[in-house]
């Protein structure tokens, strides 16, 4: 309400000194930009927030962005109302949520308990919905030829917060490996990748040695790795297989031999079937339940678990398998509430099915 | 003593290189900076591309919505910016606040001129955003910006007030102009040319501006165009951000595309700015 006063303002200010400047040669700059603002300022308030009352406002994490902008850009073609993303990451888009400023918030790691509480204080309910897998690629330089794979106890030898400069060369992760040293790459600290690979490498979501490049930037750390015949990094899956000249993928080994014997390495089928352990995680989209009953939004999230698996694959993640979207659908259709983590942080290696069934949690 | 002037020639040549070196390295740098962004970008850009909207396919992506958004939130900052930093400019220039306080403002406005912009873009964010309530919106948008132009603006401004002979200003007291008189009929009109050439300079410097509007919010995603100063909006810079971080090569393709038309605004808005300057500089004189 008090945008369009400001505008008119502007404009009475603006046309103020026009008057009084009198000049005409200032007169033609003012009035140029001004007739467009004070045209642009009637117009709001004459439709009011007409506009802006349809849009649907989400924002969150940069991992889920893609997948939405693809799923806005075809719900589009059939659907007037407007959709607007931003990408303040998983934390930013959970303040901004649990604020009532969006509609939707895409995390790359579920809920924490810290966001769980803003939320219920502000009295915004939530939809959890699981909307892709994505990998986390663990990567080295292509001339690389002594890692075969690595093991999770030695990932953690390398990334738990004990490391930081005692772990500076190769051969201290393994007997036999090269007197070279190690330089380690990974994604940024506010990122949900990054609390992700801690939960499950280091065993501490969001604890890892400090002495690391880390960027919020994946190509950054491609590029990266790819320059550095000593490095070892770990992104999402998207930029490995964009990227496979540039970098080589690590197969990692959980020692648990029931989900996959050995080292698996990172590909769409081997997160899909969650043999690619611990690295592979599901990606979300919360959706507040008061915004669930304006029909847009509603209409939005349906249309995004219609078309996730699809366009998931197409801009690099990978598809969940049709119960975990059967079981997603039904839990969007019931409006179910809550976080069926708990705010416990990412839980590794727990099924994705059980947890949407109710069990496990 | 033949010697001696030889070797003084040897130093007047041996400067003459430096400085010249001075010149041509930047310059190299720079065009090839521009050279590979434009080799790399210059075949993406075609009308689908000034015109598409935003797009999981590389090849149907466009730009409109930010150029459009950008171009809108530098029409509001000169909005802004200009009658502002012109106020401010006269009243310290011709009016002249008590000679210490002028001193101590002269200094600030200095400093606040080297501020980094991510400051004022969580200026922004606190004041326009959320105090002001204006939202993620333009308007929000090109507040910010013209509070990071506004130190440049006031400072160029005052130079060009400066470049008006006080003789002027006594010839107008001597036919018995009141301050005000002076100031709108010989004054202004005769520094018009440096306020103008230093506003569009500064303003051009705000559409390359990233931290501030990232900071504020403003979309990475956006299918509609602005239609008044309280819509949410994207801005080039923001557009070529979200492009460099994608996995596929051809989003970074998509990036120096978008880099180049930015590129070729700024250069359109200082060309823009001598035009304008040349123009009017031989109306005034």
Avoid at chain 1, 35 to 56: E, F, N, R, T, Y
Avoid at chain 2, 89 to 102: C, F, Q, T, V
Wanted: glycine share 10%; charged share 20%; hydrophobic share 45%.
């Amino acid at each position: 309400m008090t945008s369009p006063n400001q505008a008119s303002r502007s404009c009475i200010i603006a046309a103020m000194t026009n008057r009084s400047v009198g000049s005409a040669l200032l007169l033609i700059t003012f009035a140029i930009p001004n007739a467009v603002a004070c045209k642009g300022g009637d117009a709001s308030s004459g439709k009011g927030d007409g506009a802006g009352a349809k849009a649907i406002v989400i924002d969150g994490s940069s991992t889920v962005f893609p997948i939405t902008e693809a799923v806005a850009e075809e719900f589009k073609q059939e659907n007037p109302a407007r959709v607007t993303i931003g990408v303040s990451g998983t934390g930013g888009g959970f303040k901004k949520f649990c604020n009532k400023e969006i509609d939707v918030s895409g995390a790359s790691r579920p809920i924490k308990a810290a966001e769980i509480e803003a939320c219920a204080k502000s009295g915004v309910e939530y939809v959890e919905l699981p909307v892709a897998y994505d990998g986390i690629s663990v990567v080295v330089h292509p001339s690389n030829t002594w890692v075969d794979k690595l093991t999770v106890a030695e990932l953690k030898s390398m990334w738990e917060p004990d490391a930081q400069k005692k772990i500076t060369k190769w051969n201290h992760v393994r007997e036999g490996w090269p007197d070279k040293e190690l330089h380690l790459f990974g994604a940024g600290v506010d990122s949900g990748t990054y609390d992700y690979f801690t939960e499950a490498v280091v065993g501490k979501e969001h604890a890892s040695r400090g002495d690391f490049t880390s960027s919020e930037d994946d190509n950054v750390l491609v590029t990266g790795v790819g320059g550095d015949e000593g490095a070892l990094g770990f992104f999402g899956i998207a930029y490995y297989t964009e990227n496979k000249a540039k970098v080589k993928a690590v197969p990692v080994d959980d020692g648990k031999d029931e989900n996959g014997k050995g080292a698996v390495l990172p590909s769409a089928a081997t997160v899909a079937d969650g043999t690619y352990a611990p690295l592979s995680r599901p990606i979300f989209v919360y959706v507040s339940k008061g915004s669930l009953e304006r029909p847009e939004v509603q209409a939005f999230a349906s249309f995004y678990l219609e078309h996730t698996n699809k366009l998931a694959a197409e801009v690099g993640y990978v598809a969940m398998p049709g119960n975990v979207l059967e079981l997603t659908k039904k839990r969007l259709a019931e409006k179910k509430t809550g976080s069926m983590f708990g705010g416990k942080g990412a839980k590794v290696g727990v099924s994705l099915a059980d947890l949407l069934a109710g069990k496990g949690g | 003593m033949l010697t001696s002037t030889r070797r003084r020639l040897l130093y007047e040549r041996l400067f003459v290189w430096l400085c010249a070196s001075a010149v041509v390295i930047p310059l190299l740098i720079l065009a090839l900076l521009v050279g590979n962004v434009a080799i790399a970008g210059a075949g993406r850009i075609d009308w689908a591309f000034l015109t598409g909207y935003p797009s999981r396919r590389a090849a149907n992506a466009g730009i409109l919505p930010a150029l459009v958004g950008s171009f809108a939130m530098i029409a509001i900052t000169g909005i802004f910016a200009l009658p502002i930093g012109v106020g401010a400019a006269i009243y310290l220039e011709e009016y002249g606040a008590r000679r210490r306080l002028a001193g101590i403002i002269e200094v600030n406005i200095a400093n606040l001129a080297g501020v980094p912009s991510i400051i004022y873009g969580m200026l922004g964010l606190g004041v326009f955003v959320r105090l002001l309530g204006l939202g993620r919106s333009l308007i929000a948008g090109g507040a910010t910006m013209a509070l990071l132009v506004l130190p440049v603006v006031i400072v160029s401004a005052r130079e060009a007030l400066r470049t008006v002979p006080y003789g002027m200003r006594e010839a107008c007291f001597g036919l018995g102009a009141t301050k005000w008189q002076s100031i709108r009929q010989v004054v202004l009109p005769m520094a018009a040319p440096g306020i103008l050439t230093g506003t569009i300079l500064a303003v051009a410097r705000a559409i390359g501006e990233t931290a501030p509007l990232v900071v504020i919010g403003a979309l990475a995603y956006v299918t509609f165009l602005p239609t008044s100063p309280t819509s949410q909006f994207t801005a080039l810079p923001i557009q070529i951000f979200n492009w460099v971080s994608r996995p596929q090569e051809a989003f970074v393709v998509n990036a120096a595309a978008g880099i180049v038309v930015l590129l070729a605004t700024m250069f359109v808005l200082n060309l823009a700015a001598i035009l304008l300057r040349n123009r009017l500089q031989k109306r005034v004189h």
